[in-house]
């Protein structure tokens, strides 16, 4: 079954760098977008950035363009976000997506608090 692995949140300090990995199985990873969310306490889940399958296209929330950087390595199955100069409002709980058979998929999230 398809599933989806976050890794390499954590504590920051505004101004900071992290950048989150996403391990995927189960489906055919380079065949198919993959997306990164966050969601922060009491708001919606919001979309972050999502990269094409073939190509690799990538499109962001205007709030992450020119920060944040998503690719991924389609011979490890791995999507990334690298997430630079940090703001403590892109403090949230982060999480791999992608539609597979017509299903949204997501990981179990991981945490990123910028915080002085």
């Known amino acids: 079954q398809v599933q989806l692995v976050e890794s390499g949140g954590g504590l920051v300090q505004p101004g900071g760098s992290l950048r989150l990995s996403c391990a995927a199985s189960g489906f055919t990873f380079g065949g198919y977008a993959m997306s990164w969310y966050r969601q922060a306490p009491g708001k919606e889940r919001e979309l972050v950035a999502v990269i094409g399958s073939i190509g690799g296209t990538t499109n962001y929330a205007e709030s992450t363009k020119g920060r944040f950087t998503i690719s991924r390595d389609n011979a490890k199955n791995t999507v990334y976000l690298q997430m630079n100069s940090l703001k403590p409002e892109d403090t949230a709980m982060y999480y791999c997506?992608?539609?597979?058979?017509?299903?949204?998929?997501w990981g179990q999230g991981t945490q990123v608090t910028v915080t002085s």
């Open positions: 997506s992608t539609i597979f058979r017509a299903a949204r998929y």
